[in-house]
T-cell receptor, first 116, second 108 residues
Framework: NAGVTQTPKFQVLKTGQSMTLQCAQDMNHEYMSWYRQDPGMGLRLIHYSVGAGITDQGEVPNGYNVSRSTTEDFPLRLLSAAPSQTSVYFC???????????????FGSGTRLTVV | SQQGEEDPQALSIQEGENATMNCSYKTSINNLQWYRQNSGRGLVHLILIRSNEREKHSGRLRVTLDTSKKSSSLLITASRAADTASYFCGAGSYQLTFGKGTKLSVIP
């Protein structure tokens, strides 16, 4: 199994450009989320999804859109890139909580984005 | 605001010593999880402790949870150079919020 796959690994954008960060998982996980990691700030939650067709905002959603049309994919769209969005982006997935139980996350290897 | 906050920010020890990291959180949680991140890599899940558990072991890892103090600790026994990494706690239910991490350096 590949786990969580993020593409691209590196990207440089110009201010104002848009792009989509891809995230795919092959573990049939229902829960998926996006985090950004900045020096001195730790990981901050951008958006998350508890299943296909259901998304919600996290701590820092401004400037980002998500959609979840399938269980496997959870792309993150930057609408108009700004230098403040320079960061490392991580996608994570986890099993559903139908039984009220909790499971660990599987993280992707990250996308390092620079906005100039 | 961040739910999990790790302490200390950095820790340097000799190989073979034990390493203890702490995590505090703010609101009621369903579970607390610890992750390791090697430089330039994604986070790797280490251990999960549920809110009704007080202690959990996995190999050289020991995690405690005190819900009355809203705190957790991660103990790595007999540390190795390969344990050098950043360690994060994630607190919540299915939606986890993380702190800034503890950077552990194990000196051979």
């Amino acid at each position: 199994n590949a786990g969580v796959t993020q593409t691209p690994k590196f990207q440089v954008l110009k201010t104002g450009q848009s792009m989509t960060l891809q995230c795919a998982q092959d573990m049939n996980h229902e829960y998926m989320s996006w985090y950004r990691q900045d020096p001195g700030m730790g990981l901050r939650l951008i958006h998350y999804s508890v299943g296909a067709g259901i998304t919600d905002q996290g701590e820092v959603p401004n400037g980002y859109n998500v959609s979840r049309s399938t269980t496997e994919d959870f792309p993150l769209r930057l609408l108009s890139a700004a230098p403040s969005q320079t960061s490392v982006y991580f996608c994570a997935s986890s099993r559903a909580l139908n039984s009220g139980d909790s499971y660990g996350y599987t993280f992707g290897s990250g996308t390092r984005l620079t906005v100039v | 605001s961040q739910q999990g906050e790790e302490d200390p920010q950095a820790l340097s020890i000799q190989e073979g010593e034990n390493a203890t990291m702490n995590c505090s959180y703010k609101t009621s949680i369903n579970n607390l999880q610890w992750y390791r991140q090697n430089s330039g890599r994604g986070l790797v899940h280490l251990i999960l402790i549920r809110s009704n558990e007080r202690e959990k072991h996995s190999g050289r890892l020991r995690v405690t949870l005190d819900t009355s103090k809203k705190s957790s600790s991660l103990l790595i026994t007999a540390s190795r150079a390969a344990d050098t990494a950043s360690y994060f706690c994630g607190a919540g239910s299915y939606q986890l919020t993380f702190g800034k991490g503890t950077k552990l350096s194990v000196i051979p």
